[in-house]
């Protein structure tokens, strides 16, 4: 069974930069098409980018400007990096993995509190 | 791009069925056949329940379908049971090269 564990710093303050990692037990890595989304507390889910497995990288347009994903084949390992936070990137962050890109996210991570408090 | 509009919450009796709106624009839902429908358990990570606007992934139940009409998707749930009281996410493919996701559903079974 394919299975996703993540992990990263789970306290952070203001101005700090974001770091969280994913990787696959079970799976091909390189056979996914990579995404991550998060989800504020008490609110619905933002999806904040993805790696095509061809290593196109898009971004969403709101968070662009903060946020870097890439993958390391080496390591079968996903990154998210997110820059100068403040209270509001204060969520659950997921890693998500789809087989086929328009399929939809069928294996997701537990998910990782990231608490932003000074 | 703005998140797409979905009912706050929706409920219904044992047995009967509710259905879902999910209405974004010509820029995502009325230009592509790539939405998805996850549901959340307090606590838990979604779990894919409908991709590619009316297709389950292998294990979920067919009480649970999807369609599309112009810019508006929605999940019905037949049969409603105790175990589908979750919140329910559309998500759908963008002109940008982004996906996008509904506010959220919350389904109360009374």
């Known amino acids: 069974q394919v299975q996703l564990q993540q992990w990263g710093a789970g306290l952070l303050k203001p101005s700090e930069t974001l770091s969280l990692s994913c990787t696959v037990d079970?799976?091909?890595?390189?056979?996914?098409?990579w995404r991550w989304v998060r989800q504020p507390p008490g609110k619905g889910l933002e999806w904040i980018g993805e790696?095509?497995?061809?290593?196109?990288?898009n971004y969403n347009p709101s968070l662009k400007s903060r946020v870097t994903i890439s993958v390391d084949t080496s390591k079968s390992q996903l990154s998210l990096k997110l820059s100068s936070v403040t209270a509001a990137d204060t969520a659950v962050y997921y890693c998500?993995?789809?087989?086929?890109?328009?399929?939809?996210?069928?294996?997701w991570g537990p998910g990782t509190t990231v608490t932003v408090s000074s | 791009q703005s998140a797409l509009t979905q009912p706050p919450s929706v409920s219904g009796s044992p047995g009967q069925s509710v259905t879902i709106s999910c209405t974004g624009t010509?820029?995502?839902?009325?230009?592509?056949?790539?939405v998805s429908w996850y549901q959340q358990s307090p606590g838990t990570a979604p779990r894919l329940i409908i991709y590619e606007v009316n297709s389950r992934p292998s294990g979920v139940s067919d009480r649970f379908s999807g369609s599309k009409s112009g810019n508006t998707a929605s999940l019905t749930i037949s049969g409603l049971r105790a175990e589908d009281e979750a919140d329910y996410y559309c998500?759908?493919?963008?002109?940008?090269?982004?996906?996008?996701f509904g506010g959220g559903t919350r389904v109360t079974v009374l």
């Open positions: 998500n759908s493919y963008a002109t940008t090269s982004a996906w996008v």
């Open positions: 010509r820029s995502d839902v009325g230009s592509y056949n790539r």
């Open positions: 079970g799976g091909s890595f390189g056979g996914y098409h």
């Open positions: 790696v095509h497995h061809s290593g196109t990288i």
């Open positions: 998500a993995a789809a087989w086929h890109y328009y399929y939809g996210m069928d294996v």
